[in-house]
């Protein structure tokens, strides 16, 4: 949780070496939240995040409200889908 892609890299790399079945499924947590962040960041962490081999980012954005955190979510999704 809250690795940067340069970070996780190193990581993911020894997951690899101790799990080599590609099938295997890597995951990563972040706080993304697309109402308080750059939308372009986000893109280019995904990217970064793919590149070091994360097969999953669960995000949580940091909303009280649930509507503030459904449109998040949505918006979100717009972005990375």
Not at 5 to 16: D, G, L
């Amino acid at each position: 949780m809250g690795l940067t892609p340069e970070q996780a890299a190193p990581v993911v790399e020894r997951i690899r070496r101790d799990h080599p079945d590609p099938d295997f499924p890597v995951s990563l947590r972040t706080g993304w939240d697309p109402q308080g962040m750059d939308h372009g960041r986000i893109r280019e962490e995904l990217a970064a995040y793919t590149e070091a081999g994360i097969h999953h980012v669960v995000s949580a954005p940091w909303r009280r409200d649930l509507d503030e955190w459904l449109r998040s979510m949505d918006q979100l999704a717009a972005l990375v889908l």
